[in-house]
């Protein structure tokens, strides 16, 4: 398949859903893509629901509801097929609408919100799904493109600073407070977009990962622009 992840030894590309949940991470490749161009308007869906906070979750009933067009119509029964495809696989899909996401500006040294590059945790076996079907979309960044942000020494200095603690206690501090999920990408670093439409399965860290998990980040939103998002 010809697509612009094909080149790429962290990016699984397949045709499929059942490939995208069946193939096995193995090696450097730790994201999964089923690439797709989907037809409709899912612009016309973002603009008809209704925002309540900044981040809304939508149900099928909601989309159901919706009066559309010919061409909303085609993304309304995309969104709802891909929700009943991962709910039928035993995942718990969310649909969101979504102006921004709580930022963390607690600390000049450390962020630990989703606009940080990071990885996702898990105590059991499990994988994180998204799809962005409008506005700004997700980036990954390979592994050795990016260090956690706990082993750069200035850093770790502020967090020891911060912890104030016994020394052996340290370690849990820092998997308590998320800082360990989070990364530094290297300066000539180069992320990778993950574009609409497209359904990825990312690296989740857990006890039988055989992977090392996917470096990701949300995105900037475009001023005056909603996401539509899937993710589980």
Known sequence: MTNIFSDNSQIGVVST??????????????????YRNLEGDFKEIADK???KENITEVFPEDLKALQLSEQGSIAR???????????????SPSLNLLKCYERDDEFDFISTDVYSFH???????????????????????SNPQ????????????????LHDGAEEEFEDFLKE????????VH????????????????????????????IHRAPLENEGEYRLLLIC
């Open 17 to 34: 859903f059942s490939e995208l949940v069946q193939t096995n991470f193995k090696d450097e490749m730790n994201a999964l893509c089923w």
């Open 49 to 51: 629901l209704s925002l």
């Open 77 to 91: 029964e995309t969104i709802l097929n891909d929700l009943q495809l991962l709910a039928d696989f035993g995942a």
């Open 119 to 141: 990885v996702d945790r898990s105590p059991i076996a499990t994988d994180t799904f998204l799809c962005t079907y409008h506005g700004a979309a997700s980036d990954i960044v």
């Open 146 to 161: 990016a260090e956690q942000k706990i082993l750069i020494p200035e850093i770790r200095a502020k967090l020891k600073e």
């Open 177 to 184: 407070n998320y800082f360990d999920l989070h990364y530094q």
């Open 187 to 214: 300066a000539n670093a180069k992320p990778i977009n993950l574009g609409t439409g497209h359904l990825w399965r990312l690296a989740v860290d857990h006890p039988k990962q055989e992977v090392q998990p996917c």
